[in-house]
């Protein structure tokens, strides 16, 4: 069995900083690219940034230049740090990772329960 378990938001103020960070735990045997994404009301789930295992990262247009993802793999969690907060980001972000698990490496698309941020004066 694996869980993300996500943590690290809240409200913060306009122009603010936030960092998430997302850990996976179970039977892991080796995870490949991990992924935030948010759901504001009313909207659609979308990207926000990626990052494989290499490193290699990318990021939705809205948030270049303002958001950063980066992988600890010994620790198998993944952080967005979120600096210049707008309104308009404010959602339920949530984790995903493709985990490859004991005893079978078989592999899937897990998903943490999302953590709501708020950026709001």
């Known amino acids: 069995q694996v869980q993300l378990v996500e943590s690290g938001g809240g409200l913060v103020q306009p122009g603010g900083s936030l960092r998430l960070s997302c850990a996976a735990s179970g039977s892991i045997f080796r995870i490949n690219d991990m992924g935030w994404y948010r759901q504001a009301p009313g909207k659609e789930r979308e990207l926000v940034a990626a990052?494989?295992?290499?490193?290699?990262?990318n990021y939705a247009d809205s948030v270049k230049g303002r958001f950063t993802i980066f992988r600890d793999n010994a620790k198998n969690t993944v952080y967005l740090q979120m600096n210049s907060l707008k309104p308009e980001d404010t959602a339920v972000y949530y984790c995903k990772a493709e985990i490859f698990t004991y005893p079978d490496n078989r592999g899937m698309d897990y998903w943490g329960k999302g953590t709501l941020v708020t950026a709001s004066s």
């Open positions: 990052i494989t295992s290499g490193g290699s990262t």
